[in-house]
């Protein structure tokens, strides 16, 4: 079969052998395969990916010197069953997969590692387990986005999102539109996008953004103004002060109206949910710093350098920081529905499509955020030309 190869920052086309299906394990043709921002920090992080999961446990990530099959948001359909395969997927089943696959007790990321070759092919091994058909008819460049949704999905997950809060997206790269495209499809009211690129602020504003900033021009956080954030330390003095000097007017003591208020909420400090979604070194801190009090910050994009962080910003401010990566089966399967039930529209996420010849065409032109956001990889495509979606 055809496929792209991965070694020492190189890919290339090569002929490689028809993976075999292991136990529980299913062979697709693949019909189509996106391409993420994990595959473009393999060709140029690899090592610096693989030792700090090294140091999560897992020692099997692709190394700089591995030749690897790149490739894990994957649709395609069922041609071949492994041993102890159950047998619910028929052949020619469209499907899409959580890419992971075991053998015995070990797992591997398909499309991470040298172990799990992955979908930039024309065949890939998933596990049966992890399948999911496509439901309704999703066309196969949506299915295809079914795994980065579900990510995005999950970080709205981890920053407890209501339809009342304001949520800020930084930075509207793939995994910055997918968030903005779940926020709206869970209803959140106010959703502000920044992003320094034009092109990517008008597909942000595409995926649903209520207002879209060029943070060179105005910043986030003014266009959050007036929901009631606290910005500075004065202002929460100020807030408590206030408030008691009314409490204490009342005919019970001030702290007895100050415990039932707290019993529904009406002490909670309001502070908007923001999403990282850049991954750049003082990206973090510079968050900290700037975001009002109380804020909640999910850190979604990958920074591939150390960092420096100051703790005192976030304990003054009493900020909640948390991180994001991956999703859980549930949330895969639910995102896959909301795509086909219309609930979830990320159509403006695909803005290219290419053959296996024009995967390195396309990890060139994905560097500049004004030419794409999303290219999907079909291997039936011949040439190195990318076709615009």
């Given at each position: 079969?055809?496929?792209?190869?991965?070694?020492?920052g190189?890919l290339?086309?090569?002929?490689?052998?028809?993976?075999?299906p292991?136990?529980?394990q299913?062979?697709?043709?693949?019909e189509?395969?996106g391409?993420c921002?994990?595959d473009?920090?393999?060709?140029l992080h690899?090592?610096?990916?693989?030792?700090?999961l090294?140091?999560?446990?897992?020692?099997?990530?692709?190394?700089?010197h591995?030749?690897?099959?790149l490739?894990?948001?994957?649709?395609?359909?069922?041609?071949?069953?492994?041993?102890?395969?159950?047998g619910g997927?028929?052949?020619g089943?469209?499907?899409?997969a959580?890419p992971?696959?075991r053998?015995?007790?070990?797992?591997?990321?398909?499309?991470l590692?040298a172990h799990?070759?992955g979908?930039?092919?024309?065949y890939?091994?998933?596990q049966e387990?992890l399948?999911?058909?496509?439901?309704?008819?999703l066309?196969?460049?949506?299915?295809?986005?079914?795994e980065?949704?579900?990510?995005?999905w999950h970080?709205?997950k981890?920053?407890e999102v209501?339809?009342?809060?304001?949520?800020?997206?930084?930075?509207?790269?793939?995994?910055g539109?997918?968030?903005v495209?779940?926020?709206?499809?869970?209803?959140v009211?106010?959703?502000i996008?920044?992003?320094?690129s034009a092109?990517?602020?008008?597909?942000a504003?595409q995926c649903?953004?209520?207002i879209v900033?060029?943070?060179a021009v105005?910043?986030?956080?003014e266009?959050a103004?007036?929901?009631g954030?606290m910005?500075?330390?004065p202002?929460?003095?100020?807030?408590?002060?206030d408030?008691?000097?009314?409490?204490?007017r009342l005919?019970?003591?001030?702290w007895?109206?100050?415990r039932?208020?707290n019993?529904v909420?009406?002490?909670?400090?309001?502070r908007?949910i923001?999403?990282?979604?850049?991954g750049?070194?003082?990206?973090?801190d510079?968050?900290?710093?700037?975001?009002?009090?109380h804020s909640?910050?999910?850190?979604?994009?990958v920074?591939?350098?150390?960092?420096?962080l100051?703790?005192?910003?976030?304990?003054?401010?009493e900020?909640?920081?948390?991180?994001?990566?991956?999703?859980?089966?549930?949330?895969?399967?639910?995102?896959l529905?909301a795509?086909?039930d219309?609930?979830?529209d990320?159509s403006p996420?695909?803005?290219?499509?290419?053959?296996?010849?024009?995967?390195?065409?396309?990890?060139s032109?994905?560097?500049?955020?004004?030419?794409?956001?999303k290219?999907v990889?079909?291997?039936t495509?011949e040439?190195?030309?990318?076709?615009?979606?």
């Amino acid at each position: 079969m055809r496929a792209v190869t991965l070694t020492q920052g190189r890919l290339e086309v090569a002929d490689l052998p028809v993976p075999e299906p292991g136990a529980g394990q299913l062979l697709l043709k693949v019909e189509r395969c996106g391409i993420c921002g994990s595959d473009l920090h393999c060709r140029l992080h690899a090592d610096e990916l693989a030792d700090s999961l090294e140091l999560c446990g897992y020692p099997r990530y692709v190394r700089s010197h591995e030749r690897v099959v790149l490739g894990h948001e994957i649709v395609g359909k069922v041609v071949g069953y492994g041993p102890w395969t159950k047998g619910g997927l028929a052949t020619g089943t469209e499907v899409v997969a959580i890419p992971l696959v075991r053998r015995g007790r070990q797992v591997d990321g398909v499309g991470l590692s040298a172990h799990a070759p992955g979908g930039f092919a024309e065949y890939v091994v998933v596990q049966e387990t992890l399948s999911l058909p496509v439901p309704n008819g999703l066309p196969a460049d949506l299915a295809a986005l079914t795994e980065p949704m579900a990510v995005a999905w999950h970080a709205v997950k981890r920053g407890e999102v209501t339809r009342k809060d304001v949520a800020i997206v930084l930075g509207c790269g793939p995994v910055g539109l997918a968030v903005v495209s779940v926020l709206k499809a869970h209803a959140v009211g106010t959703v502000i996008a920044s992003d320094y690129s034009a092109g990517r602020r008008e597909l942000a504003a595409q995926c649903g953004a209520d207002i879209v900033v060029d943070p060179a021009v105005t910043s986030p956080w003014e266009s959050a103004a007036g929901h009631g954030f606290m910005a500075s330390m004065p202002d929460q003095y100020n807030a408590g002060i206030d408030a008691l000097e009314n409490l204490s007017r009342l005919p019970v003591p001030w702290w007895t109206a100050f415990r039932a208020l707290n019993a529904v909420g009406a002490t909670r400090s309001k502070r908007p949910i923001v999403f990282e979604c850049v991954g750049m070194p003082g990206l973090i801190d510079g968050i900290m710093a700037a975001a009002p009090l109380h804020s909640r910050v999910v850190v979604v994009g990958v920074c591939m350098g150390s960092d420096t962080l100051r703790p005192s910003l976030a304990v003054n401010k009493e900020l909640d920081l948390r991180f994001a990566v991956g999703y859980t089966p549930l949330e895969f399967r639910d995102t896959l529905h909301a795509l086909a039930d219309g609930v979830l529209d990320a159509s403006p996420l695909v803005t290219g499509r290419v053959g296996l010849g024009g995967v390195p065409t396309a990890f060139s032109a994905l560097a500049d955020p004004e030419l794409h956001a999303k290219i999907v990889v079909d291997p039936t495509l011949e040439g190195t030309r990318i076709v615009l979606c």
